[in-house]
């Protein structure tokens, strides 16, 4: 890290489809400095999430998008330098989804209508797991699980990229709710990790002959709780396959990535609703942030306990934003994708 400026990466233009590496602009710019009633923060990792594809864009979206020239958007943890706020000192540890793609930044805490930044207690656990699965996408899986997809013991849980951030916490908080967890992801290593972390069945989607058939032989009473990650033909495949009264969490469409502000849905879907009487319910995690708290607490005991095992993939330098944030389009990405700035 530099100690002298502040590297951070711009949005150059915003991309059609996915986003070549040119989009973004790294530049050195002045370490800034806080005003009254806030921090500075110096970063020790960033995070990088498929969100941020849909912040590249003027198109409405439920958050502030960036425009070009300024700083790509983005989550990040460090250790608080400066304070002109009365609540946070000097060594302090932040976690924030404000912290932008740069090794430095200037936090307003408890700014209205934002996730905030948040206090981040270093003996807990790893400062990292403040983007993973203690924060944000722990969350998604955790609400998004339990309170959107309501599960019952014997259920049939089918997951699309199941060995991800949200994918891998979702299945195994479906065991602990007395569910059967099938993983649908793009390749072999991450399907045994997923097969040794719970799930009961896998399927390879890059590679299977028929999706919907292997669909139907995991889950012979049909599936109970579609968490649906990736919209697209995993989505078209398992909507063929509900039980009656399934509900489909409606959580991401990353396989949308490439047809960025397209109409979204492939296979008509209402009859298969209709007929299975099933609900499809949009999820935001952001709506089920007043809950935090007890979510962090019981997703740190099951951890605790060895109930929930966590994979984080992790690069290295700021340098490398770009390339780790296209690493989640392209699936490259083996766990939560993270970077630790040096
Ligand atoms: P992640 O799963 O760690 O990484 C993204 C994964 O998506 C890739 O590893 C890849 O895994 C899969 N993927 C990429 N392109 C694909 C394609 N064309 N078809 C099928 N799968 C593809 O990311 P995450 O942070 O956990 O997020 C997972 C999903 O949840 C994303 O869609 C994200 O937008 C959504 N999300 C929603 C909320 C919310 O509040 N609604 C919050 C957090 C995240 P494979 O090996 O399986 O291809």
Known sequence: MS???NRRWLLVRYPEGI????????????????GLGQILVKAHWLSVDPYMRARMSPARSYAQGVSPGNVMTGGGVGEVVASNHPAWKKGDIAESMQFG??????????LPGSSGVNRVDPNLAPIESSLFWLGMPGLTAYFGLLDVGRPRPGDTVVVSAAAGAVGQLVGQIANLAGCRAIAIASDDAKLAWCREIGFATTINYRTVQDLGAAIEAACPS????FFDNTGGPIHDAVIKRLAVGARIVICGRIALAGQFGKPDIGERLLSDLLVTRSSAHG???T????????ARRRLAGWHREGKVRVRQDIMAGIERMPEAFLRLLNGKNFGKQLVKIL
């Open 283 to 285: 999820f935001l995690v």
């Open 3 to 5: 100690t002298t400026a």
């Open 101 to 110: 793609w740069q090794e430095w930044s200037v936090l307003t805490p408890g």
């Open 19 to 34: 986003p070549p590496l040119d989009t973004w602009r790294l530049e050195e710019a002045p370490i800034p400095e806080p």
């Open 222 to 225: 049909g599936v109970d709780i």
């Open 287 to 294: 709506d089920w942030w007043h809950r935090r708290d007890e």
